[in-house]
T-cell receptor
Framework: GAGVSQSPRYKVAKRGQDVALRCDPISGHVSLFWYQQALGQGPEFLTY????????KSGLPSDRFFAERPEGSVSTLKIQRTQQEDSAVYLC?????????????FGPGTRLTVL | AQSVTQLGSHVSVSEGALVLLRCNYS??????LFWYVQYPNQGLQLLLK??????LVKGINGFEAEFKKSETSFHLTKPSAHMSDAAEYFCAVRGSGGYNKLIFGAGTRLAVHP
């Protein structure tokens, strides 16, 4: 497809369950970002990849959050032992280079609800 | 550190009226500024951006924004609102570091009524 895709679009998890969220960036885009958007808030940066290298994970809220992009394309955000405060929309974005000013193209997000 | 403040979480205008969405920023580096729009159940779409050069920036769908360094502002305007403009709007500034991490404001929901 032409845009960034994410799956699943909706995920309901019981507290303590592990979840995996997938992002398919635009083909050829070097940079990939994950953001967390809580209800009524703006997106907050989680982590950044340049190709397969995770260059910044300063926004990951705890060690229960883990992201990977092993082949420099598809990325997975994993949350272990989910908590209610993890409920949010998780957005993935990709850009051609990731340089200052580059447009980030966003996927539709995965809405995670933890019961 | 970088931060963004959007004044007014909800703005309501009549169709055909001026749209003004306010954004103020704080940045320790020369700011690159962005406005994104988010329609329900969709990802964010870039409306316009300021990097360097002309301070009045024109974007898609008739929107424009003016970078005012002295006021640390980047307000979004559109002369005449259309019903299809109803959405959530986010202002963002680039974060520090050598790549384009974005720091977003809390957003402004725009309602357009007939």
């Amino acid at each position: 497809g032409a845009g960034v895709s994410q799956s699943p679009r909706y995920k309901v998890a019981k507290r303590g369950q592990d979840v995996a969220l997938r992002c398919d960036p635009i083909s050829g885009h070097v940079s990939l970002f994950w953001y967390q958007q809580a209800l009524g808030q703006g997106p907050e940066f989680l982590t950044y990849f340049q190709n397969e290298a995770q260059l910044d994970k300063s926004g990951l809220p705890s060690d229960r959050f883990f992201a990977e992009r092993p082949e420099g394309s598809v990325s997975t955000l994993k949350i272990q032992r989910t908590q209610q405060e993890d409920s949010a929309v998780y957005l993935c974005a990709s850009s051609l280079e990731g340089l200052y000013g580059d447009e980030q193209f966003f996927g539709p997000g995965t809405r995670l609800t933890v019961l | 550190a970088q931060s963004v403040t959007q004044l007014g979480s909800h703005v309501s205008v009549s169709e055909g009226a001026l749209v003004l969405l306010r954004c103020n920023y704080s940045s320790s580096v020369p700011p690159y500024l962005f406005w994104y729009v988010q329609y329900p159940n969709q990802g964010l779409q870039l409306l316009l951006k300021y990097t360097t050069g002309a301070t009045l920036v024109k974007g898609i769908n008739g929107f424009e924004a003016e970078f005012k360094k002295s006021e640390t502002s980047f307000h979004l305007t559109k002369p005449s609102a259309h019903m299809s403009d109803a959405a959530e709007y986010f202002c963002a500034v680039r974060g520090s570091g050598g790549y384009n991490k974005l720091i977003f404001g809390a957003g402004t929901r725009l309602a357009v009524h007939p």
